[in-house]
């Protein structure tokens, strides 16, 4: 029977178990006292419930819902400064920003952020003049950031009060960033007030400088408003941009770029505003790279020790595919390798033979047995697929699973 036992390498320091939940009955209420508790390597574990923003900085820490919580967060999470030897995980949250803030900022960070399965909506616009970040994602100066099935909404403009501009749903400057399965919506642009101009949709991720790898993703822009006869401009406004890249290098495969729909203008003679592009560059380099979807999915996540875990990996019909997992991140090339390496030593591989017509394959395999003392550890996977009739060798989508001991 295959086995994920092998791989087992537990670190020198013996990491916790956390648990937060807002009710009581947990170690702590707030996510923030836990943080604030948590020594390098522990794993927070909350329960559902409504919570306020918190900060990881400056340390190692995976930071997760139970399995089936549902975990909201009013505020910002922020993930800064964490260092090259460090490894911070978030996993299962659903952010809203508040108080002039976006839902994520992640900022100054040489080691391995891995944000999963999480929902981040920026601050809906205020009906008065107060400060307001429209944007539901920034990321500044980060080495190695890997987003997997995460989902980010700008925020739509309002111009009941003031000239407030549509969000986008991410962006980032000057980061090296690998996104599998991310959905990422621009806000919609308002329609024109008699004393306003219809706005511009947002983008759907907007890139300044940096690295962005996407594999299977899916970017929209926002629509743009609708002109007003009694407007400074009866127009309609721009659409958003589906990709706006300034000077960054982006290689996509199977990933789909939709730009939003221009305003319509009030009367005829005002023109609708155009739609917005796809992918808008300005400098850089963009790259479409051949092969359909390399797809993994992986769970349950947090998992228990012992549990079976089932693994869907997708490619194309009839290529040979490889499961690859260890218990560390990576963020590198690998010459004759398409794609970025994001598993880390010790590897293991497991080949699941070719790929049949259906263009698909699944496997279970059980958690490993965390030995005493040890409450949780994080396993790295990623999929390999080589195609027998073609040069293509792809390192394809990740996953990352959460096993917790069967104590906690």
């Known amino acids: 029977m295959l086995t994920l036992a092998g791989l087992l390498l537990l670190p020198a320091a013996v990491p916790k178990v956390i648990t937060v939940d807002d009710s009581g009955g947990a170690d702590h209420v707030a996510i923030q006292d836990a943080v604030e508790a948590a020594d390098w390597g522990d794993t927070i574990l909350i329960d559902s419930g409504t919570y306020s923003s918190f900060t990881v900085s400056s340390t190692a820490l995976t930071v997760a819902a139970r399995k089936g919580a549902v975990v909201d967060l009013i505020g910002t999470v922020a993930v800064l400064d964490i260092g090259a030897d460090d490894q911070v995980l978030l996993c299962g949250l659903r952010a809203q920003g508040s108080g002039g803030q976006p839902a994520l900022r992640v900022e100054s960070c040489d080691g391995s952020i891995i944000i999963d399965g999480s929902l981040f909506i920026a601050q809906l616009a205020p009906t008065s003049l107060k400060p307001w970040d429209p944007v539901a994602g ?39 960033m690998h996104l599998a399965n991310t959905f990422a919506q621009g806000g919609r642009g308002s329609n024109a007030k008699p004393n306003h101009a219809a706005s511009e949709g947002g ?20 629509n743009g408003g609708n002109g007003l006869s009694s407007a400074p401009s009866c127009s309609g406004a721009d659409g958003g941009d ?26 005829e003679g005002c023109g609708s505003g155009p739609d917005g592009n796809e992918i808008a560059p300005v400098g850089g380099w963009i790259e479409e790279l051949p092969g359909t979807g390399f797809a993994l999915d992986a769970g349950p996540s947090p998992a228990i020790e012992g549990q079976w875990l089932q693994f869907k990996c997708s490619a194309q019909p009839f290529d040979l ?4 997992w260890g218990s560390a991140p990576d963020f590198s090339t690998v010459p004759g390798l398409d794609g970025l390496r994001l598993v880390g ?20 395999l059980p958690a490993p047995q965390l030995g005493p003392g040890f409450e949780a550890m994080t396993l790295y996977f990623q999929l390999l697929s080589s195609n027998p009739l073609s040069p293509l060798n792809v390192l394809g989508e990740n996953a990352v699973i959460v096993v917790l001991d069967s104590d906690v």
């Open 138 to 176: 920034r990321i500044r100066d980060c080495a190695a950031i890997s987003l997997i099935d995460t989902t980010f909404f700008g925020a739509d403009s309002n111009k009941a009060f003031s000239d407030q501009p549509a969000g986008a749903g991410l962006i980032a400057v000057d980061a090296q």
């Open 345 to 364: 030593e010790p590897l293991k591989f497991v080949s699941l033979g070719l790929i049949p017509p259906s263009g698909s394959i699944s496997i279970g």
């Open 321 to 324: 595919v490889v499961l690859a």
């Open 242 to 267: 589906a990709l706006t890249s300034v000077g960054a290098q982006v290689f996509y495969r199977a990933t789909d770029f939709y730009p939003g729909n221009g305003g319509n203008g009030a009367l």
């Open 203 to 222: 983008a759907g991720i907007v890139l300044d400088g940096g690295v962005c790898h996407l594999q299977g993703s899916h970017l929209f822009g926002g």
